[in-house]
């Protein structure tokens, strides 16, 4: 039975989300997970007790979350060793289409580019726009992108657009490398 640490950071909770599923498939598994917020990592968290690890983190304004990335620099010598996982979660993803794919690489390509890391596997989902939990610049915000990629614009609502199924086989494939 392996030990598998889920880090991820997220703004209005959809990675959150995202992670928790994951955890709950490799336990599916019967390996031990914990998931957490980087945010949340207490100080002197000991990774030396997982045997692999998967980072999770939301694009905003088209980059992953800088805090996420600055906790795999600081603990990627014994990441690198070790299975692990890089996702991420966007409303490009649901976009779809070529110019979004090379979009996505970018996102991983950047995020990566200052690491001396290289994640077994990556992953790319859609998230959500949470319209009910923004502020007045965000919602207008995220309405003039929405209304430009084809997604929902109704303020009064929010709309998911996560395939739990891709997120599913993700897990079961990341769950694969642990036996
Ligand atoms: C202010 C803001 C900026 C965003 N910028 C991008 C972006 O540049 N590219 C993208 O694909 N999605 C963008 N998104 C969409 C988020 O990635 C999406 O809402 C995701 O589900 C957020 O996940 P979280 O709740 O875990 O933070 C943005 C969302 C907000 C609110």
């Known amino acids: 039975m392996a030990k598998t640490l889920i880090v991820y950071e997220t703004s209005e909770g959809q990675t959150a989300s995202i992670a928790r599923f994951i955890g709950e498939i490799i336990r599916e598994h019967g390996h031990q997970v914990e998931v957490i917020d980087v945010k949340h990592i207490p100080f002197a968290f000991g990774l030396d007790k997982f045997d692999s690890f998967i980072f999770g983190g939301s694009v905003h304004v088209n980059h992953l979350p800088g805090e996420l990335k600055s906790f795999i620099y600081l603990n990627q010598s014994l990441i690198r060793h070790r299975p692990s996982a890089l996702f991420s979660v966007s409303l490009t993803e649901a976009t779809h289409g070529i110019e979004a ?14 690491l001396d890391w290289k994640p077994s596997l990556t992953a790319s989902f859609a998230g959500a726009i949470a319209y009910t939990q923004y502020g007045y610049f965000k919602r207008s915000l995220l309405k003039q992108v929405s209304r430009a990629n084809g997604l929902g614009t109704d303020p009064n609502r929010d709309y998911e657009y996560t395939n739990w199924r891709a997120v599913h086989t993700f897990a079961d494939e990341f769950g694969g490398l642990l036996n």
Request: glycine residues 0%; without cysteine.
């Open 101 to 114: 794919r090379a979009k996505i690489e970018n996102y991983f390509s950047d995020f990566l580019d200052e």
